[in-house]
């Protein structure tokens, strides 16, 4: 049971009360190391890219794993990738989805990790795992924690989906539609969210300076005459509160003069929000990957549509001049069996990947592995070789590395505790 | 700070450290020995040759010397044996017993003159028990019974009500994990000890505490109270009966609020805020409540499949009402126990849940007569065959938004009993968790056999193992056997009747509900559904005095309340009706602001959760906020176009509102995008509200009957009618009654003013046109979207309507509004 403690007087949203606080800036304190977390929803593939086995036949007879000739498979630099099965009509060729463009154009920044064991099969279950570091209930995204210490800002935490639950410790905030931002940046304008007619108003602009003093004035009288310390102090969070719209502004100044829509829309968001100063990380959701009938087509669909936002993502990060301070982590709840279904589909498996690029990441690096049948390889946790006596990579290991890796405060890590053997996974 | 104390008596420490220690709801009944809280020594009654029996007070003047002078004396309570002495002749004070902290002392004064006294002597005095609760207890509680680390307060805890009750809840489960070291007189010295020390003072600095409190008058908390439980405002029969009535009259109209339907609606959010159940209603989790029926063959009776082409906007229409009345389960039950004036603890023992019509199709159940089976509102009581229902606790809902694994064993679940029903923090009752090189990898079973872990396991794990027969996802499915290795189903020491064996969980909830701490729990929920803040927490061994006496006088209010709740068989209305009429929740200031520490938490404003602020605009405007009122009849009906109930595309989740898993706690302090929300708000509702009211006829207008849209201030007729307008919409809006000649008023008379001359300025030099802004434009009815049959208002010739508009948003921004 939390119970409030006295003369409370945190500014901000109240979640941030149950940080210690040790963790809490200075109010109006600004992120400078961000995370976006990419979630591929429902159980990726990871045999369509980046852990390709091709169409040889299984010994037990279930069929191949893919419906490509491991001789086409496809490389760039370290990483090999595979080619589209002769059934899928590919995106364009110029589509930055392409894979052959994607993976040329970003292999050098790409770190793989093959052969992660999700240990589960559940989505609810993979996907927690997978973003929390645990597979137990109970633990935040790895991306609340990076947020944890920005709480008191306003959109510290955004998520557009995906496994974000936070423990309270920061607000996900989960509007992240242009539109919406605009309505609150210009509250005045009656069509915020269009360029062109934004400075159509409810009020002209003197009218409504006139409401604005009138406002502060009155607030300001209010809070001379009150003796209840609780109402006072009230009083004061609001006028605290009403100050920081210029933030929302600053926001909508570093977007696109038209937002994308979807997902590639959350990427431009995100990464406005970031050169803001408004937020420390934020979620991003694919969805479409839960192909347990016509696997090839829909996987290559969804990856298309996973890739095209990663380019899109990069892009951004590079014209805001983040590059050195946003790390992505993209990953999916768990793999697919390494055999068709009768509709051609692919049920659940829990051999996956992660990939991570960005800040701190050494990229073109394939580290793990997986068999022929497409079943995890232990690797030596000191050479991160495959070695049959080393250990399974699973989400554990990956969080235990990457807390370590981009920050997560020694308390929050104490609090929400993950006990796994350090690897050397982000270099 | 104080050095000459240490000086004269070292273990005096807690003689001036301590102040504000003495004062107790209990003490409030008679006890009568003289008590010391710095500053203040109290003689509750000295009888003085020539004066009679006085109560009376004094004040510690200097701290260096011990001197005190007389503050007050007044006639002393009769029934109260005196506690002092005083001869007139040689001037001494003799107090045989002076409470000080958690000690006693025997004090003497002399006086020096001029009604000013010395002390002369000072000796401690041994107290049964002290040795044994400073051995055994005091880690825990404190040297001061305040709380100590865990902030378990035996100060006016709830079995120190009565010598016995606590003599035995010591010997049975005291101290926890090994009862056996103080059982029969130990326990029994040690509740006197406990019962005297710190249960047995003065209650005069609550009373003076409370007394600090300026209390809004009874038409201001009626509406307030009214906004809070039922979304509008009160009626004037309401407000004459508050006014005529003094209290009863407020308690009278209350309580009729809580017979309204809309009450059942803010009753649903207070206990969400608390169960997080509505996790499972569609808007938050589609399918949630319906995809935890896999044991009920029928659960989507409303589903033609997927390939029957049949999948029309009725089944749509099923599938999310029945998922919702499944999900509401746990809260219909709450509701059903309200409206019926049934106790509180039936939330627990109650052997049936609550149906509608259409969660009864999902459960098979045909047995329930429903007046209209597809009334998603008539829920009804129910049994499922063969299930031994316990309330909430048996739940679907709560078992699985609670949910176990194989290694947990329902010790989740036990946690969550013990928070929400028994306002106990299991995990917070011997501080931190061994870490992971603590663990015990010795004992067999380090839960039945390590004390470190007992402390707590002993506690937990009879609750846990009392949920055995419901499996980790919620089923009825009792076990062939149960757990060997962990302590077996029972409820503190006690263990489960072997003739009620098969049904521990009704037996454990029927032990809950009569646990003591079950009220608290209660208290709990219901003070924080109606402040947006928890009760303060008992203070501790390093609190200071201004937390203390903030805290002795909260419980104080908290216990009279309770107090009331339970002579009146636990019923959850009279709770809600005794702590809004507490002064507490009705505080509007203080009177001396020398209690501005002590009173830093009183008062019930809070910010407006958007339900609540989505709720009070539909009452003040009779229009929700949806955007331009023109397009109203097709968005009134479109779930998605609420700006405060949706949280995806508008505002819900930025202004605070929860999804009862990921977030699950509100904000109490609005962050920046919260302030623009209201910015916004503010600026579209004027623009939608005073055409609109314009439109109205003159009897029915709710924000402008003494103006038009003619009415300027070219003359002293209209300068009247606006000023007049302008008292009114303080009153409608903020609840503000202000005289016509108030400075605030001018305020607001200058910014309509302000607007409206520029504007008549734009007109005439055409920078600006006559007509309204397009979203604010009313051509069309509200409700049906026909073309009005007038003109409508489209066009502002005279810049009037703009400049009520201004003076609108104005007022729809303001603390009073936004707060509650």
């Keep these: 049971m939390k119970r409030r403690t006295f003369l409370n007087a945190l500014a901000g949203v109240c979640v941030s009360n149950v940080l210690p606080m040790s963790l809490t800036p200075a109010f109006g304190a600004t992120p400078d190391r961000f995370l976006i977390t990419i979630t591929a929803a429902g159980g990726w593939d990871p045999t369509a890219f980046v852990d390709p086995k091709g169409s040889a036949l299984r010994a037990d007879g279930r069929g191949p794993i893919n419906n490509y000739s491991a001789s086409d498979i496809r490389s760039a630099g370290n990483l090999i990738y595979a080619a589209y099965p002769s059934s899928v009509l590919p995106v364009a060729s110029d589509s930055p989805g392409h894979m052959d463009n994607f993976f040329a154009k970003h292999y050098q920044r790409l770190l793989v990790i093959n052969g992660v064991d999700a240990q589960t099969t559940s989505h609810v279950s993979g996907s927690r795992f997978m973003w929390s570091g645990r597979i137990e209930e109970g633990f935040p995204s790895v991306g609340a924690l990076v947020a944890a210490p920005y709480a008191g800002q306003p959109m510290a935490y955004i998520s557009t989906g995906g496994y974000d639950y936070t423990a309270s410790l920061v607000s996900p905030v989960k509007t992240a539609t242009p539109a919406t931002f605009a309505a609150l940046a210009y509250p005045n304008s009656q069509y915020a969210d269009s360029v062109k007619n934004r400075k159509l108003s409810y009020f002209n602009d003197s009218a409504y300076s006139a409401v604005q003093a009138a406002r502060d004035a009155r607030l300001a009288r209010l809070q001379s005459s009150e003796s209840l310390p609780k109402r006072l102090e009230q009083m004061q969070q609001l006028e605290l509160a009403r100050s920081s719209d210029e933030q929302l502004q600053s926001l909508l100044a570093n977007l696109p003069a038209t937002v994308s829509a979807s997902v590639k829309g959350q990427a431009e968001v995100a990464v406005a929000a970031f050169a803001s100063g408004l937020a420390a990380s934020a979620n991003m959701y694919v969805d479409g990957f839960d192909t347990h009938a016509g696997n090839d087509t829909r996987q290559a669909q969804s990856l298309t549509i996973l890739f095209e936002c990663i380019d899109h993502l990069w892009t951004q990060i590079e014209k805001a001049g983040l590059q050195n301070k946003v790390t992505i982590l993209i990953g999916s709840d768990f793999g697919r069996t390494p055999f068709y279904n009768t509709a051609g589909g692919k049920d659940h498996w829990n051999v996956t990947t992660v990939m991570a690029m960005g800040a701190g990441i050494t990229g073109n690096r394939v580290i793990g592995a997986t068999s022929a049948n497409f079943d995890a390889l232990k690797i030596n946790p000191s050479t991160l070789e495959t070695h049959s006596e080393g250990i399974f990579i699973t989400p554990k290991h990956i969080h235990r590395a990457l807390r370590d890796f981009i920050g997560v405060s020694p308390e929050l890590d104490r609090q929400f505790p993950i006990v796994a053997e350090p690897l050397a996974l982000f270099i | 700070m104080k050095p000459r104390v240490y000086q004269l008596a070292a273990c005096l420490l807690a003689l001036f450290c301590l102040a504000g220690m003495f004062s107790s709801a209990q003490a409030a009944t008679g006890a009568a020995v003289p008590s010391f809280v710095y500053p203040i020594l109290h003689i509750p009654r000295i009888d003085v040759e020539g004066y009679g029996a006085l109560d009376v007070n004094m004040v510690l003047e200097n701290q260096t010397t011990l001197s005190l002078a007389l503050s007050s004396a007044q006639p002393a309570n009769s029934a109260v044996a005196p506690g002092a002495t005083y001869d007139l002749h040689t001037g001494i004070l003799d107090i045989p017993q002076l409470r000080m902290g958690a000690n006693l002392y025997a004090v003497q004064l002399k006086s020096t003159g001029n009604n000013k006294f010395q002390v002369t002597q000072l000796t401690p005095i041994a107290v049964t028990g002290q040795a044994s609760y400073t051995q055994m207890c005091a880690g825990c509680h404190g040297i001061d019974g305040l709380g100590g680390p865990v902030k378990v307060t035996l100060k006016n805890c709830v079995w120190c009500k009565d010598l016995t009750s606590l003599t035995n809840y010591i010997s049975i489960n005291m101290p926890l994990g090994n009862p056996s070291l103080c059982v029969n007189m130990c326990a029994s010295e040690v509740a006197t000890y406990i019962s005297t020390a710190f249960n047995g003072g003065s209650n005069f600095p609550i009373a003076s505490t409370l007394e600090a409190i300026e209390v809004m008058p009874a038409a201001e908390t009626l509406r307030k109270a009214s906004m809070q439980l039922v979304s509008r405002l009160p009626t004037q029969a309401e407000i004459d009966l508050a006014n005529s009535g003094g209290d009863e009259g407020l308690r009278s109209a209350v309580a009729a609020m809580m017979e309204e339907p809309a009450f059942y609606e803010r009753l649903d959010e207070i206990f969400n805020d608390m169960l997080l159940t509505d996790h499972y209603l569609y808007s938050n989790t589609p399918d949630g409540a319906i995809n935890l029926m896999g044991a009920f063959p029928s659960a989507r009776w409303y589903d033609p499949g997927a390939t029957s082409g049949l999948r029309d906007a009725t089944y749509t229409a099923n599938r999310i009402t029945t998922n919702d009345s499944v999900a509401r389960e746990p809260l219909e039950l709450i509701n059903h126990i309200v409206k019926n004036n049934l106790p509180a603890t039936e939330m627990l023992t109650a052997d049936y849940f609550m149906l509608n019509g259409y969660s009864a199709k999902s459960y098979g159940i045909t047995d329930v007569a429903f007046n209209n089976e597809w009334d998603a509102k008539e829920f009804r009581p129910a049994r499922l065959a063969g299930i031994p229902h316990a309330g909430i606790l048996s739940s679907l809902m709560f078992l699985n938004r609670y949910p176990s694994t194989v290694t947990n064993r329902n010790r989740a679940r036990a946690r969550v009993v013990y928070d929400l029903f028994l306002d106990v923090d299991i995990l917070g009752l011997d501080g931190a968790r061994p870490n992971g090189s603590a663990v015990d990898i010795i004992s067999k079973a380090p839960t039945m056999e390590n004390p470190d872990c007992v402390k707590c396991h002993s506690l937990l794990d009879p609750v846990a193992s009392s949920f055995q027969e419901w499996n980790v996802r919620g089923k009825y499915a009792p076990p062939t056997k149960w757990y060997q290795d962990m302590f077996q189903a029972g409820f503190g020491n006690q263990s489960v009747p072997v003739n009620l064996s098969k049904t521990p969980l009704q037996w454990l909830a029927s032990q809950v509900a009569a646990d003591p701490r079950f009220d608290n729990a209660m208290i709990r929920i219901i003070y924080k559904g109606l402040t947006g803040e928890e009760p303060l927490e008992s203070p501790g061994a390093s609190a200071t005095t201004a937390e203390t006496e903030a805290y002795m006088a909260e419980s104080s209010m908290l216990d009279a309340a309770k107090a009331q709740y339970r002579a009146e068989n636990r019923n959850l209305k009279t709770l809600i009706r005794e702590i809004i009429l507490s002064p507490h929740w009705r505080a509007d200031g203080l009177k001396d602001t020398g209690f501005a520490l002590v009173h830093a938490d009183t008062g019930a404003a809070r910010i407006l959760t958007p339900e609540m602020m989505h709720r009070k605009l539909n009452a003040l405007f009779g229009f929700e906020w949806r955007g331009p009122l023109d397009a109203y009849s097709t968005n009134k009906n479109l779930a998605i176009s609420a700006r405060l109930l949706e949280p995806k595309l508008y505002f819900e989740q930025i202004y605070g509102g929860i999804d009862s898993f990921n977030v ?71 609840g503000e009654d202000l005289a016509l000649d108030s400075a605030e008023l001018a305020y607001t008379y200058q910014l309509f003013a302000t607007v409206l001359q520029d504007g008549q300025s734009r007109l005439a030099s055409k920078v600006e046109t006559a007509a309204l802004p397009a979203r604010c434009v009313r051509t069309k009815d509200m409700l049906t979207g026909v073309a009005l049959n007038t003109a409508g208002l489209t066009t502002d010739p005279n810049y009037v309507v703009r400049s009520w508009m201004a003076v609108v948003a104005y007022l729809l921004a303001d603390y009073r509004f936004v707060y509650e």
């Design chain 2, 664 to 734: 699950s706690e509100r904000p109490t302090d609005p962050n920046g995008l919260m302030a623009n929300v209201q910015e916004r708000m503010a600026n579209e509702m004027a623009c939608y509200a005073v055409p609109n009211d314009f439109l109205a006829g003159a009897t029915s207008r709710r924000l402008f009957p003494y103006v038009e849209t003619s009415t300027t201030l070219l003359d002293a007729q209209g300068q009247a009618a606006v000023m007049a307008n302008l008292q009114h919409l303080h009153h409608y809006l903020l």
